[in-house]
């Protein structure tokens, strides 16, 4: 975990994610997940970059399977923007810049 996301889990999801007043970008990973670990300092740097205006959470779908079950995640890592409670955007996959992500976050502050 970086010093800019938090770890979200299948408790404190409706809490933290679908009752935030700000927009909420969550990325799903795991441990075993090579891509996950590609992606985590771009994920991290858009969490600095947003820090004042959007929440950034990662959960672990090994540890918390209701969520993703939920929200149909088939691979990760997978990128799911909420904002007011509602999924607004999904990425899928390991290969999006900084650039890109933060055109995603922008787009919902």
Known sequence: MGDFTKAVSDTSFQ?????SDKPVLVDFWAEWCGPCRVIAPTVDAVAEQFSEQATV???????????????????IP???????????????????????????VEKYV
Do not use: C, H, W
């Open 15 to 19: 809490n933290d994610v679908l009752g």
């Open 57 to 75: 959470y990662k959960m672990n779908v090994d540890e918390n399977m209701s969520v993703p079950q939920r929200y149909g995640i088939r691979g």
């Open 78 to 104: 997978t990128l799911i923007l909420f904002k007011n409670g509602e999924e607004q955007e999904r990425y899928v996959g390991g290969n999006i810049s900084r650039e890109k992500l933060a055109e995603m």
